[in-house]
């Protein structure tokens, strides 16, 4: 007989439900978008039904009206105590997954000053200053909805520099000026409370 120590929660997948569509962080390119893909692989049909809002906030009303049939958060999330405590939601359980690479990434062409303005996500602010290539420093920090949306601003030259994903910065064509690394990060996914009688 296998007992688990209660509060573990089964990181690996081995027992998780059955998916029909996922709604998570977008747009594409988010860490978010990748751990959807990641559980889709693991949990769902042959072709990934994967839908991608502004906002987590955005995600959860989709759900509440079925729009999706689960929902995929970072636990780095701010806000991401406001779903556990929702009682129209039920957490489905969670697994550990590293994000695409993170970097700063600046648009082809672009003078960076040596004090820069980065768009960046409030979550992985602190790689900001890990990753900055020596002789550059903050000037200001724009936060963004998501990391992607921070590379789109990079783009679009509205700041000097974002720090951002590898697939972000494919999409939006810049280029990294610093090292890269992933994050080992944990994931929940939600989907509908049962009814009560």
Same mark, same amino acid.
């Given at each position: 007989?296998?007992?688990?120590?209660?509060?573990? #929660?089964?990181? =690996?997948?081995?027992?998780?439900? $059955?998916?029909?569509?996922?709604?998570? !962080?977008?747009? &594409? +390119?988010?860490?978010?978008?990748?751990?959807?893909?990641?559980?889709?692989?693991?949990?769902?049909?042959?072709?990934?039904?994967?839908?991608?809002?502004?906002?987590?906030?955005?995600?959860?009303?989709a759900l509440r009206?079925?729009?999706v049939s689960h929902?995929? #958060?970072?636990? =780095?999330?701010?806000?991401?105590? $406001?779903?556990?405590?929702?009682?129209? !939601?039920?957490? &489905? +359980?969670?697994?550990l997954f590293d994000?695409?690479?993170?970097?700063?990434?600046?648009?082809?062409?672009?003078?960076?000053?040596?004090?820069?303005?980065?768009?960046?996500?409030?979550?992985?602010?602190?790689?900001?200053?890990?990753?900055?290539?020596?002789?550059?420093?903050?000037?200001?920090?724009?936060?963004?909805? $998501?990391?992607?949306?921070?590379?789109?601003?990079?783009?679009?030259?509205?700041?000097?520099?974002?720090?951002?994903?590898?697939?972000?910065?494919?999409?939006?064509?810049?280029?990294?000026?610093?090292?890269?690394?992933?994050?080992?990060?944990?994931?929940?996914?939600?989907?509908?409370?049962?009814?009560?009688?």
């Amino acid at each position: 007989m296998t007992t688990e120590a209660p509060g573990w #929660i089964d990181t =690996a997948l081995t027992n998780g439900p $059955s998916i029909d569509t996922i709604g998570t !962080l977008g747009p &594409a +390119g988010t860490s978010s978008e990748q751990a959807a893909l990641y559980l889709w692989a693991d949990r769902g049909k042959d072709v990934p039904e994967i839908r991608l809002y502004d906002s987590y906030e955005e995600v959860g009303e989709a759900l509440r009206e079925r729009t999706v049939s689960h929902l995929v #958060i970072a636990n =780095a999330y701010a806000g991401v105590h $406001s779903f556990y405590m929702d009682p129209g !939601l039920r957490f &489905a +359980g969670a697994f550990l997954f590293d994000t695409p690479h993170y970097g700063i990434a600046v648009a082809p062409g672009h003078a960076i000053p040596q004090r820069a303005r980065i768009a960046t996500h409030p979550a992985p602010v602190a790689l900001v200053e890990e990753l900055l290539p020596e002789g550059y420093a903050v000037e200001e920090i724009l936060y963004a909805a $998501s990391t992607s949306a921070a590379a789109g601003q990079a783009r679009r030259r509205e700041t000097d520099l974002a720090l951002t994903t590898q697939p972000a910065a494919k999409a939006n064509e810049l280029e990294f000026i610093s090292r890269t690394r992933p994050i080992r990060m944990l994931w929940s996914v939600f989907t509908l409370a049962a009814p009560t009688s």
